[in-house]
């Protein structure tokens, strides 16, 4: 045989191994693709399809034994407030007025139906009281606000631990001798900026890490400490992280998702906010927000700054606001504390061309959910106008009487009492049911999924712990009692991802909620998959509802990792059961160990 034809021989075969190789290959990724296909498919179909309700008849013999853990770069995931989501589905959003840090919820094919892990080397977080002033900085691995509010005291990494000294943007000595400050300027008794009970909720636009909402804490003051998820990102993580009551959110163009007359006072501290923009309103929507004689703590450039474009600035807002009719209540160096009136006697007395208008008598103002904001006066309703205040006892007395906006939802107060004394007795046998596992400090940040008139965080009041009490959004009406009692909350839909970071509470309690979301005709599954989104490890979920969704939600268990202890029993019919009701409580654990600390 000559050499080349040996070669051309030699060169075919060569060819031919390469290609039965290939093909070979080829159909071996096929086989790998269909099966792993399959799989996500048979997920997907479990945990994210929302036209075929939960009917418990329908229940598989053999019940799902796991849930994909979504990629490790998830572990912050917030898919409501995804900003990778906004790119890839080529949202049109208008920058300038922040649309891109409203929610903008992903559409039931791009879901992930999985478990968001926490961050490698993720500790048990430290316990409150200790973490208002420092976190494991593994959990939150962000260090560079530290470096950019050096000069402000924020934070300070300190070795494995970041340090809260208090600080702040307007505050570099303490929050707390700013607060005593603010007090002195309003003449408030005994230097308490809670002036006697009669400030108790509070709304902190721009809070940073929270410190001034955890130094109004020992003042018997809450506050909703407010901030998107902007440049100066995680900063709500690790208000949480401490402990300490707060929510992402933005001024935007909706509504903040709280009804009218929700708070006593509103602070914006070394603000930057366009106050003036779209014909005041932002002002306009605090204005919503506040009660009557309510206070907004206002500290900026252009309150003190002396150059040319600061002082048109504070000359253009001072107007702006004396034609809402508020007035400076206190003056002083780089603060300046506004008041609004107590009754709508001076918008009465404004000229018909005045702007901003009264918002027309058939808006609601306590819409808050997806609602746009208008440039409009929100006025008192007639009750208000004429006792020229909002009606609420002083704090505490406030939390258990009934309030005066009772009246709107046709609620009486033996019924509220009611209400009140159910929770009472309910709360004492869960903590009952869980006494052999929690410890004194086991819970700070709790979540209460469907708060109904808030008897649950009431019961709750000799505990040092907080609660976000959520009201679905077709029982809206509700949350004006929730703030009316001195608690904070907020509007939610169920069916949609929660704005908060993960791993940020310690324990959920759902009432019946899974019952309603099915009743929707959305997903279980979706919800169970959100709420170990939330909960921190080692943190309790407590569920109430009927049998059938207790059997269903206790074969899942173990999928979710929420199998490291758990208890199911029959409680007692009172008077909010509306059928036979089961309780069932299960503790999460920790990721790839199980551990017996609380």
């Known amino acids: 045989m000559k050499r080349g034809t040996f070669e051309t021989l030699t060169g075919r075969r060569f060819l031919t191994w390469i290609l039965l190789a290939f093909v070979v290959s080829l159909g071996l990724l096929c086989l790998y693709r269909g099966s792993v296909d399959d799989a996500v498919a048979g997920v997907d179909d479990r945990f994210g399809e929302e036209d075929r309700p939960f009917d418990p008849s329908d229940e598989p013999s053999d019940p799902l ?31 300038s007025l922040m649309e891109h840090y409203e929610r903008h919820c992903p559409p039931s094919d791009r879901r992930y139906n999985c478990l968001v892990p926490p961050p490698i080397g993720y500790k048990v977080p430290i316990r409150w009281p200790a973490s208002r002033n420092e976190v494991w900085k593994v959990n939150i691995p962000h260090t560079h606000l530290a470096s950019e509010k050096s000069d402000q005291n924020w934070m300070v990494v300190n070795g494995d631990k970041i340090n809260f000294p208090g600080g702040g943007t307007h505050f570099h000595s303490g929050a707390d001798k700013y607060i005593i400050a603010l007090a002195k300027m309003l003449k408030f008794p005994n230097d308490s900026l809670n002036n006697a009970g009669n400030i108790r909720n509070v709304i902190d636009i721009g809070c940073g890490v929270a410190s001034f909402g955890a130094y109004l804490i020992p003042h018997n003051i809450i506050a909703m400490s407010l901030a998107p998820n902007d440049v100066h ?72 700054a002396q150059d040319e474009e600061n002082r048109r600035i504070w000359s253009a807002m001072s107007d702006l606001l004396r034609r809402m009719c508020w007035k400076i209540a206190a003056k002083r160096d780089q603060t300046v504390i506004w008041v609004k009136p107590l009754s709508n006697k001076c918008y009465l007395k404004r000229g018909t061309s005045v702007r901003p208008i009264l918002c027309d008598s058939k808006e609601d103002p306590d819409a808050a959910w997806n609602i746009a904001m208008k440039a409009c006066i929100t006025p008192y309703s007639k009750i208000m106008h004429m006792e020229k205040c909002s009606g609420l006892l002083p704090w505490p007395q406030r939390l258990t009487a009934p309030p005066p906006r009772l009246e709107e939802l046709g609620i009486s107060s033996k019924h509220y009492h009611e209400d009140t004394e159910v929770w009472h007795s309910r709360v004492i046998q869960y903590w009952k049911q869980m006494k052999s596992v929690i410890g004194k400090n086991s819970f700070r940040n709790i979540m209460d999924m469907r708060a109904n008139l808030g008897g649950f965080a009431a019961a709750l009041r000799d505990k040092d712990v907080w609660v976000m009490n959520v009201i679905p959004v077709d029982e809206s009406s509700r949350l004006k009692i929730i703030y009316d009692r001195g608690l904070i909350g907020t509007l939610h839909d169920w069916c949609e991802s929660f704005s908060t970071y993960p791993r940020t509470y310690d324990l959920l309690h759902a009432w019946s909620i899974f019952s309603e979301v099915d009743r929707r005709g959305c997903s279980i599954e979706d919800l169970l998959i959100e709420m170990d989104r939330m909960l921190r490890p080692l943190g309790f979920v407590i569920i109430r509802d009927k049998p059938l969704v207790i059997n269903y939600v206790r074969k899942l268990l173990t ?4 199998d490291g202890w758990s208890s199911e029993v029959e409680p007692q019919s009172d008077a909010l059961s509306s059928g036979e009701e089961r309780v069932l409580i299960a503790r999460k654990k920790l990721w790839g160990e199980r551990s017996n600390e609380f």
């Open 65 to 95: 034994k796991s849930i994909p853990v979504c990629d490790l770069r998830l572990s912050e995931l917030i898919p409501c407030l995804d900003r990778h989501l906004i790119y890839q589905m080529k949202l049109k959003l208008n920058l």
């Open 233 to 304: 990102e995680n900063q709500i993580q690790f208000s949480l992280e401490r402990g300490i009551p707060s929510a992402l959110g933005v001024l935007g163009t909706k509504r903040l998702p709280y009804p009218s007359r929700s708070f006593e006072l509103a602070h914006c501290s070394r603000c930057r906010i366009d106050w003036l923009q779209r014909d005041g309103i932002l002002l306009l929507e605090l204005d919503r927000l506040l009660r009557p004689g309510g206070y907004f703590v206002y500290s900026s450039p252009e309150a003190y």
């Open 559 to 562: 999928a979710l990792n929420w």
